[in-house]
């Protein structure tokens, strides 16, 4: 499947080939610092599926982890960001833009990682795991 989205103002287009490898809420505060979010809900892709298609972006990597963010250029929009496992983390922002504002069942987070550093509570039924997804339940 082929799935096009662009950032706010248009100009940076990306192309999502295929299916993501992880759909994820995540709380900790490495994704809250370096998106500026309470929490980033994000889809986890292999790189090569996730491609600029079009536009001029820029990239800022952590000054510590191994974690890079990919911009546009004119409007700041991060567009993808690159976690430590060298995978494309495309935030559901972006995705939501181009299906109406909400997120297709299919792509929508299956799970909350590092739960333990949340800045808010959530009510769902989702599993809530404390850390990463290979280590303890809420
Ligand atoms: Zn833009
Ligand atoms: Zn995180």
Same mark, same amino acid.
């Given at each position: ?25 995540? +709380? ?33 990597? +952590? ?48 799970? +909350? ?26």
């Amino acid at each position: 499947m082929l799935f096009r989205t662009t950032c706010l103002c248009g100009k940076v287009s990306i192309e999502l080939h295929g299916e993501p490898s992880a759909r994820a809420n995540c +709380h900790c505060s490495s994704c809250r610092d370096f998106y500026g979010v309470p929490l980033f809900s994000a889809t986890a892709w292999q790189a090569d599926n996730v491609r600029i298609d079009s536009g001029a972006t820029r990239s800022f990597k +952590h000054p510590e982890k191994d974690m890079t963010k990919t911009f546009c250029e004119n409007c700041g929009e991060v567009v993808f960001g690159t976690n430590r496992l060298g995978m494309r983390v495309v935030p559901n922002a972006m995705v939501a833009r181009a299906t109406d504002g909400s997120i297709q069942e299919h792509w929508a987070p299956t799970m +909350h990682l590092f739960y333990r550093q949340r800045l808010t509570d959530i009510q769902d039924n989702l599993p809530k795991y404390l850390e990463g997804w290979d280590g303890p339940l809420l």
